[in-house]
């Protein structure tokens, strides 16, 4: 089946530690994104990658970091530097032009 | 500023009615606008795509307007169900096809 996969579902974290979160997609798809979602607010972006090997900040960058070495993965790492890291995380691809984005089922993270 | 606006209170209806939520924006210029279901504790299912130029556009009970001059999609379900419960995002074009701003969504409650 094509899609996009996030994992864990659910990833608690003590303060101070770094945790990377990982996205998957099969759908040959250049764009990947990584957004936060919190309760009431919209969808933020953090990252996002056109094409391997390059990525561009979103409105939201300061305290996470990622990484696109493969076209078919784009994990996030939520560094301790982020001030507020408990959030619901979503994973998104694009295949191009003025295309629709497929979303991950996300990653709830917990700062403990 | 840049601003998404949608209706923040959630909307109830009776099943068979049909259910207008509304999506308002400022200062932006979007090429397209997307609408978006997402369902508690999963990522966005996109449901309608409508560009600039055009506008309505119609998708089986779903209708979504766009008036450029007004800055104002509106999204339309009719003959709603209690399956179509669910918050609803819109999120605009920006920055090309590259990025999508996303409203904070209406929650649709539609009652038997």
């Not at chain 1, 579902?9 to 990947?32: I, P, W």
Request: aromatic share 12%.
């Amino acid at each position: 089946d094509g899609g996009i996969t996030q994992s864990p579902k659910y990833l608690f974290r003590k303060e101070g530690q770094n945790v990377t979160l990982s996205c998957e997609q099969n759908l040959n798809h250049d764009a990947m994104y990584w957004y936060r979602q919190d309760p009431g607010q919209g969808l933020r972006l953090i990252y996002y990658s056109q094409i391997v090997n390059d990525f561009q900040k979103g409105d939201i960058a300061e305290g996470y970091s990622v990484s696109r070495e493969k076209k078919e993965s784009f994990p996030l790492t939520v560094t301790s530097a982020q001030k507020n890291p408990t959030a619901f995380y979503l994973c998104a691809s694009r295949a191009g032009g003025p295309d629709t984005q497929y979303f991950g089922p996300g990653t709830r993270l917990t700062v403990l | 500023s840049q601003k998404i606006e949608q209706n923040s209170e959630a909307l109830n209806i009776q099943e068979g009615k049909t259910a207008t939520l509304t999506c308002n924006y400022t200062n932006y210029s979007p090429a397209y606008l997307q609408w978006y279901r997402q369902d508690p504790g999963r990522g966005p299912v996109f449901l309608l795509l409508i560009r600039e130029n055009e506008k309505e556009k119609r998708k089986e009970r779903l209708k979504v307007t766009f008036d450029t001059t007004l800055k104002q999609s509106l999204f339309h379900i009719t003959a709603s169900q209690p399956a179509d419960s669910a918050t609803y995002l819109c999120a605009l074009a920006t920055g090309g096809y590259n990025k999508l701003i996303f409203g904070a969504g209406t929650r649709l409650a539609v009652h038997p």
